[in-house]
């Protein structure tokens, strides 16, 4: 067995594999998760086709299939945000509080391949659950408006975002003693991430310099979380009036920027400037609607900017966790204690 | 085998071992006595490679505790004063899991688990989930997981805490096999009879101090300040104790109900001299032998005064 074999196919993994699926909980959350997956597009399906002008769009196939991805693939999100951390949060802290870690440290498997063993199990699971949800994600397909690739784009930033949880409810589980205190702060982490970031885009937006050549985009923090990069994924559009303050209280839209003024709003096209009227050569940006015009991740795709941000993430929460679950660490945060004087 | 030198662990301000050195050879079974919080524990942590010390060295085999953790952790097997099972694994699986974190191939995985489980008496538990074993089996259990790479080493945190008679001296017959095997054991307990039996060398240890080390007899009689006679006489015990009251062997006369004790310090000739001396003098002497005070007295003494 070559290392790349043993470091996927580890002891921890059969291990916990057996453990899990023993279990009636695996059943039960797999079986939850189809019946409130499903049962929200069947819900979305019946309310769009009884009146699909509720939605503010036009009654056609295509739109449904759009607005029942866009429901079905956020609500994925925010159940794989619930899940995930309930997943890892308990990983070491777990095996601490079962008092059989340190019988893991006394043998040849070095602690970074625990953590690699946990992770890979609880994202397991995780994968099952979104192969799980294939085939209602495939009623999509019925109505048409979602094209395969949009599909696959937004299982991977959902792919994503579930190891990135994984990886923090793992390093908060190695940090922390106690499971409760992990479980805790890895749901606490996830809410900043998923909806905390996205809020922040909304109080804390890009202000707009007047005199700049390109459309402004909305702070690079608010595209961490999955919900900005799937709702332009799903509406292949990015998002209007989000995450940009232009002065006098102006708002984006996709296809240009309004100012609002004495009750009035007036608008210029993509590439102009508001309130300066003449159009401006926008060079170096994509055609596309769902690129990011401006900023650290310009001209990237709005799920791009996401899965790497995401994927930083997952390498810093990795990194701090194998540093941290060694029981005696070659690297030393503060120094030795000095040495008691010998026995009076 | 086993060599400590000067091992210093400080927690804060409280040194939890204090410049303790011992040495175990090999095939010797080492046992590590001492009241509760002594620092037993975290010289066993210590040399199983789970903690660092503040100061001083550790050597299993020549392999330093701190340098070369590999290789301690090929040598040793570890056993902690807790089960540390799993839930949802069968005995075997249990088994085989650790075998497998010891990267034994898994070919050989099978015969080792079933050779242990038949080593400890537990080859019809195999099936059982390990977690719905009883307190004594989950112990053995315990015990074959540490066995699991065949280590020469074995380092044993209080393995009968909370077992019923029959599994500590079931425990206690796996260990002196364990030491047929060849296997250098350090056991630590404060059920300090057991150690008594089982153990060949012995260390008293208290407040982080190495009190006395070596043989378990040399231990017992470095540490008993002489040895007390038992004497059962017939007639009046108040004339037989002033016979012996101003013999040079003999100090702390007492009298009880159904006998004499005496403190005695000499050699075989000084207690035959005794004996000679009672009956001369025309005692009836129906009982004359010595109190045993074995490891019991050697420990309390040790971790109620300093040894000199």
């Given at each position: 067995?070559?290392?790349?074999?043993?470091?996927?196919?580890?002891?921890?993994?059969?291990?916990?594999?057996?453990?899990?699926?023993?279990?009636?909980?695996?059943?039960?959350?797999?079986?939850?998760?189809?019946?409130?997956?499903?049962?929200?597009?069947?819900?979305?399906?019946?309310?769009?086709?009884?009146?699909?002008?509720?939605?503010?769009?036009?009654?056609?196939?295509?739109?449904?299939?759009?607005?029942?991805?866009?429901?079905?693939?956020?609500?994925?999100?925010?159940?794989?945000?619930?899940?995930?951390?309930?997943?890892?949060?308990?990983?070491?802290?777990?095996?601490?509080?079962?008092?059989?870690?340190?019988?893991?440290?006394?043998?040849?498997?070095?602690?970074?391949?625990?953590?690699?063993?946990?992770?890979?199990?609880?994202?397991?699971?995780?994968?099952?659950?979104?192969?799980?949800?294939?085939?209602?994600?495939?009623?999509?397909?019925?109505?048409?408006?979602?094209?395969?690739?949009?599909?696959?784009?937004?299982?991977?930033?959902?792919?994503?975002?579930?190891?990135?949880?994984?990886?923090?409810?793992?390093?908060?589980?190695?940090?922390?003693?106690?499971?409760?205190?992990?479980?805790?702060?890895?749901?606490?982490?996830?809410?900043?991430?998923?909806?905390?970031?996205?809020?922040?885009?909304?109080?804390?937006?890009?202000?707009?310099?007047?005199?700049?050549?390109?459309?402004?985009?909305?702070?690079?923090?608010?595209?961490?979380?999955?919900?900005?990069?799937?709702?332009?994924?799903?509406?292949?559009?990015?998002?209007?009036?989000?995450?940009?303050?232009?002065?006098?209280?102006?708002?984006?839209?996709?296809?240009?920027?309004?100012?609002?003024?004495?009750?009035?709003?007036?608008?210029?096209?993509?590439?102009?400037?508001?309130?300066?009227?003449?159009?401006?050569?926008?060079?170096?940006?994509?055609?596309?609607?769902?690129?990011?015009?401006?900023?650290?991740?310009?001209?990237?795709?709005?799920?791009?900017?996401?899965?790497?941000?995401?994927?930083?993430?997952?390498?810093?929460?990795?990194?701090?966790?194998?540093?941290?679950?060694?029981?005696?660490?070659?690297?030393?945060?503060?120094?030795?204690?000095?040495?008691?004087?010998?026995?009076? | 085998?086993?060599?400590?030198?000067?091992?210093?662990?400080?927690?804060?301000?409280?040194?939890?071992?204090?410049?303790?050195?011992?040495?175990?050879?090999?095939?010797?079974?080492?046992?590590?006595?001492?009241?509760?919080?002594?620092?037993?524990?975290?010289?066993?942590?210590?040399?199983?490679?789970?903690?660092?010390?503040?100061?001083?060295?550790?050597?299993?085999?020549?392999?330093?505790?701190?340098?070369?953790?590999?290789?301690?952790?090929?040598?040793?097997?570890?056993?902690?004063?807790?089960?540390?099972?799993?839930?949802?694994?069968?005995?075997?699986?249990?088994?085989?899991?650790?075998?497998?974190?010891?990267?034994?191939?898994?070919?050989?995985?099978?015969?080792?688990?079933?050779?242990?489980?038949?080593?400890?008496?537990?080859?019809?538990?195999?099936?059982?989930?390990?977690?719905?074993?009883?307190?004594?089996?989950?112990?053995?259990?315990?015990?074959?997981?540490?066995?699991?790479?065949?280590?020469?080493?074995?380092?044993?945190?209080?393995?009968?805490?909370?077992?019923?008679?029959?599994?500590?001296?079931?425990?206690?017959?796996?260990?002196?096999?364990?030491?047929?095997?060849?296997?250098?054991?350090?056991?630590?307990?404060?059920?300090?009879?057991?150690?008594?039996?089982?153990?060949?060398?012995?260390?008293?240890?208290?407040?982080?101090?190495?009190?006395?080390?070596?043989?378990?007899?040399?231990?017992?009689a470095?540490?008993t300040s002489g040895r007390r006679l038992r004497i059962k006489v017939r007639g009046p015990k108040e004339e037989a104790a002033a016979i012996l009251a101003p013999l040079p062997s003999i100090q702390n006369v007492e009298v009880t109900d159904s006998h004499i004790e005496a403190e005695f310090k000499g050699d075989e000739a000084a207690v035959s001299e005794i004996l000679l001396a009672l009956t001369t003098a025309g005692v009836q002497v129906t009982s004359f032998s010595e109190i045993e005070g074995?490891?019991?007295d050697?420990?309390?003494k040790?971790?109620?005064?300093?040894?000199?």
């Amino acid at each position: 067995m070559n290392a790349f074999s043993r470091a996927l196919w580890n002891p921890i993994v059969a291990k916990e594999y057996r453990s899990r699926m023993r279990t009636w909980r695996s059943p039960l959350a797999m079986t939850i998760y189809i019946v409130l997956l499903g049962g929200l597009g069947w819900a979305v399906f019946a309310a769009i086709s009884n009146n699909g002008a509720g939605f503010g769009l036009p009654s056609s196939g295509g739109n449904y299939g759009q607005i029942l991805f866009t429901f079905l693939i956020l609500f994925q999100v925010a159940l794989l945000a619930f899940i995930t951390p309930a997943l890892t949060a308990g990983a070491i802290s777990g095996e601490r509080e079962r008092q059989t870690i340190d019988l893991l440290f006394v043998t040849r498997i070095p602690p970074f391949s625990i953590i690699w063993g946990k992770l890979l199990s609880s994202m397991s699971f995780v994968v099952l659950l979104l192969l799980l949800s294939i085939p209602i994600f495939s009623l999509v397909f019925l109505f048409g408006g979602i094209e395969l690739d949009q599909v696959l784009y937004a299982f991977l930033v959902t792919g994503v975002t579930a190891l990135m949880l994984g990886l923090v409810g793992i390093a908060f589980s190695t940090l922390f003693r106690r499971t409760l205190a992990a479980t805790v702060a890895s749901y606490g982490a996830a809410f900043v991430l998923v909806v905390g970031t996205p809020v922040y885009g909304l109080l804390f937006p890009t202000d707009v310099n007047p005199s700049a050549t390109t459309l402004p985009a909305p702070p690079a923090i608010a595209i961490l979380s999955p919900v900005l990069p799937l709702l332009t994924i799903a509406t292949n559009q990015s998002i209007q009036g989000y995450g940009v303050r232009y002065p006098g209280g102006g708002f984006a839209t996709s296809t240009g920027s309004c100012v609002v003024q004495s009750g009035s709003t007036a608008c210029v096209p993509v590439g102009a400037i508001p309130g300066k009227g003449a159009p401006v050569n926008v060079s170096g940006i994509s055609n596309s609607t769902t690129t990011i015009p401006s900023g650290l991740f310009s001209g990237w795709q709005y799920w791009q900017a996401s899965v790497v941000m995401q994927l930083v993430i997952c390498a810093f929460a990795l990194a701090l966790s194998a540093f941290v679950l060694p029981p005696v660490r070659r690297l030393r945060l503060r120094g030795r204690p000095k040495p008691a004087l010998a026995a009076e | 085998m086993i060599a400590v030198e000067d091992l210093t662990k400080i927690y804060g301000t409280r040194a939890a071992l204090d410049h303790v050195s011992f040495e175990v050879p090999e095939r010797e079974i080492f046992g590590f006595v001492g009241p509760n919080g002594a620092g037993k524990t975290t010289t066993l942590r210590i040399l199983a490679a789970l903690l660092a010390p503040t100061q001083g060295r550790a050597f299993i085999g020549g392999a330093d505790v701190t340098k070369d953790r590999d290789k301690v952790h090929s040598r040793i097997g570890y056993m902690p004063d807790f089960f540390g099972v799993y839930d949802q694994l069968t005995v075997g699986e249990y088994l085989d899991f650790y075998a497998a974190c010891y990267q034994l191939p898994k070919q050989r995985r099978q015969k080792i688990v079933d050779d242990l489980l038949a080593l400890i008496g537990l080859s019809e538990r195999k099936g059982q989930l390990v977690d719905t074993l009883s307190r004594g089996l989950k112990q053995r259990a315990c015990l074959a997981r540490a066995l699991v790479h065949d280590p020469a080493v074995l380092l044993l945190d209080e393995p009968a805490s909370g077992l019923d008679p029959r599994a500590r001296v079931e425990m206690r017959e796996i260990l002196k096999e364990l030491r047929g095997m060849g296997k250098t054991i350090i056991i630590s307990s404060h059920i300090l009879p057991e150690l008594t039996e089982l153990c060949t060398m012995i260390g008293i240890i208290d407040h982080g101090r190495m009190r006395a080390t070596g043989p378990v007899a040399e231990v017992i009689a470095r540490l008993t300040s002489g040895r007390r006679l038992r004497i059962k006489v017939r007639g009046p015990k108040e004339e037989a104790a002033a016979i012996l009251a101003p013999l040079p062997s003999i100090q702390n006369v007492e009298v009880t109900d159904s006998h004499i004790e005496a403190e005695f310090k000499g050699d075989e000739a000084a207690v035959s001299e005794i004996l000679l001396a009672l009956t001369t003098a025309g005692v009836q002497v129906t009982s004359f032998s010595e109190i045993e005070g074995g490891l019991e007295d050697a420990f309390l003494k040790a971790t109620s005064e300093e040894v000199g």
